[in-house]
């Protein structure tokens, strides 16, 4: 157990739809940063909140979106879901801002039918 | 970091014997790397770091080497086992020009009994 939460592990939705993937980092890390993994592209950087605002952002569509509660849970938002959507979702976090160790939830498994 | 492509390089190797995994970096700027252990139905986990103004990094039972004149990167791990079966991902970053980690082509490490 790595210390970072994420929820659901499976999700199974179908195109059009909308799904909200919950991480909870580790305790005391204040960074959160979220990753796709597909079998085409490969880890890709999304996006970074620290300490409840948006630090950095990658290849992350408009669809997508995310934020970071006060309690500094996250949740990464996926509307009008696409079939090229489907992934696997990684949350990390880390205790700075620029800790690039960062610790990886064990993901989400987003299945677009 | 490169893209990935949908089969990943295997390494195999005998238990016992050394691993050596190889990665290239395209970003001349990155100064920081990273490399990352995916076992299946995990996140990635961190090994091993090394900033660019070192050559060699040694942790336990691993090694990482930069050469930063061919851009290249490489993980040894010494008397490999069973555990260390896993596809292995590196990873840079310009620290100072965002906080996104840039994840290369994975490699699957087999290690054969």
């Known amino acids: 157990d790595s210390g970072v939460t994420q929820t659901p592990k499976h999700l199974i939705t179908a195109t059009g739809q909308r799904v909200t993937l919950r991480c909870s980092p580790r305790s005391g890390d204040l960074s959160v940063y979220w990753y796709q993994q597909s079998l085409d592209q490969g880890l890709q950087f999304l996006i970074q909140y620290y300490n409840g605002e948006e630090r950095a952002k990658g290849n992350i569509l408009e669809r997508f979106s995310a934020q970071q509660f006060p309690d500094l849970h996250s949740e990464l938002n996926l509307s009008s879901l696409e079939l090229g959507d489907s992934a696997l979702y990684f949350c990390?976090?880390?205790?700075?801002?620029?800790?690039?160790?960062?610790?990886f939830g064990s993901g989400t498994r987003l299945t677009v039918v | 970091g490169e893209s990935v492509g949908l089969h990943l390089p295997t390494l195999s190797v005998q238990e016992g014997d050394n691993s050596i995994i190889n990665c290239a970096y395209s970003?001349?700027?990155?100064?920081?790397f990273i490399w990352y252990k995916q076992e299946s139905g995990k996140g990635p986990q961190f090994i091993i770091d090394?900033?660019?103004?070192?050559d060699k990094r040694q942790g336990q039972r691993v090694t990482v080497l930069l050469n930063k004149t061919v851009k290249h990167l490489s993980l040894q791990i010494a008397a490999t086992q069973p555990g260390d079966s896993a596809v292995y991902f590196c990873?840079?970053?310009?620290?100072?020009?965002?906080?996104?980690?840039?994840f290369g082509t994975g490699t699957q490490l087999k290690v054969e009994l």
């Open positions: 990390a976090s880390s205790v700075r801002e620029s800790n690039y160790g960062y610790t």
């Open positions: 990873a840079d970053i310009l620290t100072g020009g965002g906080n996104k980690l840039t």
């Open positions: 090394i900033r660019s103004n070192m």
């Open positions: 970003n001349s700027a990155s100064d920081y």
